[in-house]
């Protein structure tokens, strides 16, 4: 039974991470204030969508 909970936690978890990748890298390319909160909010609102989630990538990697 905790196998199973583990498995699920570790899911959740690595959604999670995808999901937030974006706003990371937009961290770590240093991007400007309206940028990274463009990029979080897509990330965070959109990006459970593909679409969403493409796009908070883009936009956090575009010079």
Same mark, same amino acid.
């Given at each position: 039974?905790?196998?199973?909970?583990? %498995?699920?936690?570790? +899911?959740?978890?690595?959604?999670? #991470?995808?999901?937030? +990748?974006?706003?990371?890298?937009? /961290?770590?390319?240093? %991007?400007?204030? #309206?940028?990274?909160?463009?990029? /979080?909010?897509?990330?965070? $609102?959109?990006?459970?969508?593909? #679409?969403?989630?493409?796009?908070? $990538?883009?936009?956090? #990697? %575009? %010079?």
């Amino acid at each position: 039974m905790t196998i199973i909970a583990l %498995k699920y936690i570790f +899911a959740a978890l690595l959604i999670i #991470v995808i999901i937030m +990748a974006p706003a990371y890298l937009a /961290r770590q390319m240093k %991007k400007g204030t #309206v940028d990274m909160g463009i990029v /979080r909010c897509g990330s965070w $609102l959109l990006g459970w969508t593909g #679409v969403g989630w493409l796009f908070a $990538l883009w936009w956090a #990697v %575009k %010079k």
